[in-house]
C-alpha cells in the first residue's frame, strides 16, 4: 500500500512564526502536492512538485514555499505566520496511471 | 479553466436508503474522473475513478458512470450504511499533456443515520 505521512496531525503556531510542514511518501511517486482545505472551499492546491528540486506554483501560492530535497519528502514551509493561514493542510503523492493521487491524513495548523 | 461542480450538502439519509450526489465538470477535453472520500479526522482516500466516456467505476457498493454527453460522473450506493458517512469529493484530472493536477468539486458531507 502506498503510504503518505505528515509530521504532525495538529500545530498551533502564533503569528510571524516559521512553520514547517513535511510530507514524506514511501513509493518512489515523482510528484507530489500540497493543499489547503478550508470549509465551503474544499481542496486548493498550493504547490506542486514534479522531480526532485522541481517545484510549480498552484492556484494559491501566497505566503507560502516549498522544497523537495529529496524524492521522497516534500516540505511547505510558510515564512511568517499569519491567521489566515489557519487552515487544514493536506499533503498528495501521484502514483503512475491517470492522475492518481494518495493523500496523507491532514495537519491541522491553528496560528493564533 | 477546468472546473468541477458538485451537489451542496449537507445529506443526510436513513441506513439503506439510495445516495446520489451529482458532479458535473469542464467539457475540456477528456479528463480522468474522479470520486474521493474523506472520512471523519482522515486525509482524502479514492473511492473509484474513470479514464474515459462510459467508463463506470465502482467500490464499496458505490458506483459512477462517465457521462461525456452531459458532463457528469454522479455518485451512487443502492443501499448506504451508517459508515458511509464522511465527506465525498469529486475530482477531474489533466485533459492531456504534462498537466499533474487535480480539480476538486467542493465535496458534499454525508451523514447517515441508523
Known amino acids: 500500500d502506498v503510504k503518505v505521512t505528515q509530521s504532525s496531525r495538529y500545530l498551533v503556531k502564533r503569528t510571524g512564526e516559521k512553520v514547517f510542514l513535511e510530507c514524506v511518501q514511501d513509493m518512489d511517486h515523482e510528484n507530489m502536492f500540497w493543499y489547503r482545505q478550508d470549509p465551503g472551499l474544499g481542496l486548493r492546491l498550493i504547490y506542486f512538485s514534479y522531480d526532485v528540486k522541481m517545484k510549480e506554483k498552484g492556484d494559491i501560492p501566497e505566503g507560502y514555499s516549498v522544497s523537495r530535497e529529496k524524492k521522497e519528502r516534500f516540505s511547505l514551509i510558510l515564512e511568517s505566520a499569519s491567521t489566515n493561514q489557519t487552515s487544514m493542510y493536506l499533503c498528495a503523492s501521484r502514483a503512475g496511471g491517470p492522475d492518481t493521487q494518495y493523500f496523507g491524513p491532514g495537519t491541522r495548523l491553528t496560528v493564533l | 479553466g477546468n472546473s468541477v461542480t458538485q451537489m451542496e450538502g449537507p445529506v443526510t439519509l436513513s441506513e439503506e436508503a439510495f445516495l446520489t450526489i451529482n458532479c458535473t465538470y469542464t467539457a475540456t477535453g477528456y479528463p480522468s474522473l474522479f470520486w474521493y472520500v474523506q472520512y471523519p479526522g482522515e486525509g482524502l482516500q479514492l473511492l473509484l475513478k474513470?479514464?474515459?466516456?462510459?467508463d463506470k467505476g465502482s467500490n464499496k457498493g458505490f458506483e459512477a458512470t462517465y457521462r461525456k454527453e452531459t458532463t457528469s460522473f454522479h455518485l451512487e450506493k443502492g443501499s448506504v450504511q451508517v459508515s458511509d458517512s464522511a465527506v465525498y469529493f469529486c475530482?477531474?484530472?489533466?485533459?492531456?499533456?504534462?498537466?499533474?493536477?487535480?480539480?476538486f468539486g467542493k465535496g458534499t458531507l454525508l451523514t447517515v443515520n441508523p
Open positions: 474513470a479514464t474515459k466516456a462510459d
Open positions: 475530482a477531474r484530472g489533466a485533459s492531456g499533456g504534462s498537466n499533474y493536477k487535480l480539480t
